[in-house]
């Protein structure tokens, strides 16, 4: 069952969020301001979900990118905002706090 779930967010395994990152992958965040200010990934970018189309210029489409918020709703959400952009190497991280920990 948290498999299924796993696969409809999006989410890789944690195997691949580590190595991803050790290798450059860019981690979004989009949460609002004030939860990121907070407390979040040091280095992460921070575009809420609400004005990530407005701000699509301000991501590297070269990179992964790695998505996360509070609990992996907005996260899933950005993923397919980005894919439907032309980003092609997009991962739902999940929460911040589950991406921060390979960090």
């Known amino acids: 069952m948290?498999?299924?779930?796993?696969?409809?967010?999006?989410?890789?395994?944690?195997e691949d969020l580590a190595t991803l990152i050790k290798?450059?992958?860019?981690?979004?965040?989009?949460?609002?301001?004030?939860?990121?200010?907070s407390g979040h990934i040091k280095g992460s970018l921070n575009i809420s979900v609400d004005?990530?189309?407005?701000k699509l210029s301000k991501i590297d489409k070269n990179k992964t990118i790695i998505t996360c918020c509070a609990s992996g709703m907005r996260s899933s959400s950005a993923k397919s905002t980005l894919k439907n952009n032309?980003?092609?190497?997009?991962?739902?991280?999940?929460?911040?706090y589950n991406v921060a920990k390979y960090c």
Not at 2 to 14: A, L, R, V
Not at 86 to 96: A, D, M, P, T, Y
């Open 2 to 14: 948290i498999s299924t779930i796993k696969e409809i967010f999006g989410i890789k395994p944690k």
């Open 23 to 37: 290798e450059g992958a860019i981690i979004l965040d989009v949460r609002t301001k004030g939860e990121y200010a």
């Open 51 to 54: 004005q990530l189309k407005a």
């Open 86 to 96: 032309g980003f092609e190497n997009v991962i739902n991280g999940g929460s911040w």
